[in-house]
Nanobody
Framework: QVQLVESGGGLVQPGGSLRLSCAAS????????MGWYRQAPGKQRELVAG???????NYADSVKGRFTISRDNAKRTVYLQMNSLKPEDTAVYYC?????????WGQGTQVTVSS
């Protein structure tokens, strides 16, 4: 059974940092492009950062220079380091393997940036 388990969300003040983790089970880690998405209330889900099929990274313009996606293949884990957080980063963050309707999704972790 495929599972993606996120952790690391929480409440942080503006300017603070958080690191999200996504542990993947099964063989999906090496077979699918991994990425982080987020969905804020009343907004559509958007790609935050991800690996392409060639393991290159791509980022949403709104997080470039502040967020970094990385992976540990031995642990089958993807990370999202988020620095200089802003209130507009508040959302539920989802880990995905493959993305889209045919991809695999985690349960999401809440990130709230507020003073």
């Amino acid at each position: 059974q495929v599972q993606l388990v996120e952790s690391g969300g929480g409440l942080v003040q503006p300017g603070g940092s958080l690191r999200l983790s996504c542990a993947a089970s099964g063989s999906i880690f090496s077979r699918y492009a991994m990425g982080w998405y987020r969905q804020a209330p009343g907004k559509q889900r958007e790609l935050v950062a991800g690996f392409t099929s060639g393991w290159r990274t791509n980022y949403a313009d709104s997080v470039k220079g502040r967020f970094t996606i990385s992976r540990d293949n031995a642990k089958r884990t993807v990370y999202l380091q988020m620095n200089s957080l802003k209130p507009e980063d508040t959302a539920v963050y989802y880990c995905s393997a493959g993305g889209g309707a045919l991809g695999y999704w985690g349960q999401g972790t809440q990130v709230t940036v507020s003073s």
